[in-house]
């Protein structure tokens, strides 16, 4: 069984990350081999944060002269429980406490963490340096986006910080972002983020389904699928790649077998703007639409946006669709109608309704 891909790693400090006790010892050091765990990591996309029982300011400053307080987001410094500390990142990175990986040289911190946290990976202090050749931290694909995740979250806390200190109404919040959503047909060299997105998304994935990397090109080629990706920026930067399109053409409809959206850009619109403009093409195009959607224990945000959309279980009659698939997969169905462009995103995105 393929191990789930760690999302964040959450180190302690003393003893663990640098060597030394910070209000003990006269200085504490960083190894150097630990240095290019850190570096190696977060290449790979991994987050890192922090779980300490130091006093925040000086155990911060240290990392600053460190050379590698940039690298943890959301760093939790104080004197609470771990299992609090990292129930908390956890908690504001939106990740699964299965995705999370937790490393201490203290066995009773880590069974702290394990007897709340049961889910969460916990690691002795003495195999920091093996971490990156465990298979849970070698995510299947090295992306462009991977290479930035730290700095895309890291903007993304900028600007959702700007959005709690706004006092202006939410959809003049989300104009002055100059949001801008982008759609393209998967190039190969799209294709590893296209891929990424499916095992990396959980709450909004229609189906939970893993398409890999060689399944995906074969669609890429096959003129009757359609294979898409989402990228969205605004005035903080690039979000990076934030959703996957899998779209089979039909006899009179179109058959949306898979979209997955990163749950990081809902708020912003994404996700509805994607289905909007599916739609609508369909619309253009005269046909019926329908979608897979198999619920999860994480996807209740999926279901309800397609329903919010007006996808609904019942097919009208000579749709032209398929039968429905066995097992647990649902098919729901929507007769098209066309869409008004959002009004706080800017959209560029092919015409399906002309083929390729």
Not at 6 to 19: H, M, N, P
Not at 55 to 61: I, K, N, R, V
Not at 299 to 314: D, L, W
Request: charged letters at 25%; aromatic letters at 6%.
């Amino acid at each position: 069984m393929t191990a789930t891909t760690v999302k964040c790693l959450v180190w302690d400090l003393d003893g663990t990350l640098w060597q030394g006790t910070l209000l003990e010892d006269a200085e504490v050091t960083l190894p150097e081999e630990i240095r290019k765990v850190v570096i190696e990591l977060d290449a790979r996309g991994i987050l890192q944060s922090v779980a300490s029982k130091n006093d925040h300011e000086p155990a911060w400053a240290r990392l600053e002269q460190l050379g590698i307080a940039e690298y943890f987001v959301l760093p939790r410094i104080g004197w609470g429980t771990k299992s609090e500390s990292v129930r908390a990142i956890a908690e504001q990175l939106n990740f699964a406490p299965g995705t999370i990986a937790f490393i201490d040289d203290r066995p009773a911190e880590r069974a702290e963490v394990n007897h709340h946290l049961p889910d969460v990976r916990c690691y002795p202090a003495e195999q920091a340096a093996a971490l990156p050749d465990l298979p849970e931290f070698t995510p299947a694909t090295r992306t462009a986006d991977s290479r930035r995740r730290r700095e895309m979250y890291q903007a993304g806390f900028r600007r959702e910080a700007e959005r709690a200190a706004s006092t202006a109404p939410d959809a003049d919040f989300l104009r002055s972002l100059e949001l801008v959503l982008r759609i393209d047909r998967a190039s190969p060299e799209d294709i590893s983020r296209v891929e990424e997105l499916t095992l990396r998304t959980s709450q909004m994935n229609a189906t939970g389904v893993h398409y890999s990397d060689r399944r995906l090109r074969e669609l890429r080629a096959d003129p009757g699928h359609e294979v898409l990706v989402a990228s969205m920026a605004d005035r903080f930067g690039p979000h990076g790649a934030v959703g996957v399109l899998l779209v089979e053409r039909r006899t009179g409809s179109w058959h949306l077998k898979l979209l997955a959206t990163s749950c990081r850009v809902v708020s912003y619109g994404a996700g509805s703007t994607i289905l909007d403009w599916l739609v609508d093409q369909a619309a253009r195009a005269g046909v019926h639409l329908t979608a897979d959607f198999r619920a999860t224990e994480r996807n209740r945000m999926m279901e309800i946006a397609y329903r919010f959309a007006g996808f609904e279980e019942s097919a009208s009659a000579d749709c032209g669709c398929a039968a429905a698939p066995p097992g647990d997969v649902q098919v729901l169905h929507l007769v098209p109608g066309r869409r008004t462009p959002s009004p706080t995103v800017r959209l560029l995105a092919p015409d399906l309704a002309t083929p390729p």
